[in-house]
């Protein structure tokens, strides 16, 4: 029990960073009735991507419906953030917002019916990506979860009643002055990088793997000057296509690199395999940790770690 508080703790500090929108993603779908009950036993802290909101009405009102408007316009004009409905958050003695009692949600089949009904009716432009769920304690009993993932295409104004744009500052959210909107309108047309990795199977000799690297641009530009470097963990690096073997330069540690100044990606979401690596692992039952780095013209360098579990028989 100890150790499962202790992994939810970090896993919930990683996101005290500006972390990417698949940190949050994960932290949604690994969250349960246990981890709700242990947000209020360590008096769990509201910070920049996590809120908590108690529910009083499950067929959410009119003061409801602009509230989630404009926490959906906070979070995505920010950096993404998870709302916990069913929890009180309130300051504690030493005056810190935080999980103090979990009164649950009664109706709570309606309520998260309602919350997939308004999601895209809350912003304009919507929202992509948000998504809710059910936990369940007892029947239609429990507390729902809403997913609200950073947006390259802001800003997002909150409807429903509130016509106003709003951000996320610290464990408030806040509306949007004018400097903040005219450098998002500003900023709009960027291109938006993910790395992704698939796996081939069939490569001989039987210990060899392959994994292939995919660059996705969904940003609304073309993406110029693309390049990444990753230090693989727990394998060793048999041969590269299309990349470049860097661990001679990097005192022996498994590194490959990649960059490409002469095309571009387009703005379309599809993946395109840049190139792939063959490794062996150090061990058979070891798995693989790729430290990515990637960037382009026009976007800040991003960081992602990529697990590679081995195959079970």
Known sequence: MQVYARR????????????????????????????????????????????????????????????????????????????????????????????????????????????????????????????????????????????????????????LGEDRYYKRNGQQFLKMEHFDLEDMFGRRQKPDLKINISKSRDINPPFHEQMNILVINSGRALARHVGFFAVVEGARIIRVEHIQDFSHLNNGRQTVSYANDQSVFHPSGIPTQVGSVIFERT?????????????????????????????TP
């Open 283 to 311: 061990s058979v039952d070891e798995t693989v940790t790729i430290n990515m780095t990637y960037y382009c013209e026009h976007m800040m360098p991003q960081r992602n770690s990529i697990l590679m579990p081995p195959e």
């Open 8 to 159: 939810l703790s970090s896993i919930l500090e990683i996101l005290k960073e500006k972390s990417i929108t698949m940190n949050l993603a994960e932290l949604f779908d690994q969250l349960t009735v246990f981890d709700m009950t242990e947000f209020v036993r360590l008096r769990k802290e509201e910070h920049l991507q996590l809120d908590f909101k108690t529910v009083n009405d499950s067929s959410i009102d009119k003061d409801g419906r602009k509230n989630l408007a404009k926490y959906i316009s906070g979070f995505a004009n920010s950096a993404g953030g998870i709302i916990v409905w069913g929890i009180d958050a309130r300051r504690d003695s030493h005056g810190i917002d935080c999980a103090i009692d979990a009164p649950q949600i009664n109706q709570l089949g309606q309520f998260v019916a309602r919350l997939n009904e308004l999601s895209g009716q809350s912003t304009s432009p919507v929202v992509d990506g948000v998504r809710h769920k059910a936990i369940e304690t007892s029947s239609d009993q429990g507390y729902a979860v809403t997913l609200i993932p950073e947006s390259g295409s802001g800003p997002h104004m909150a409807k």
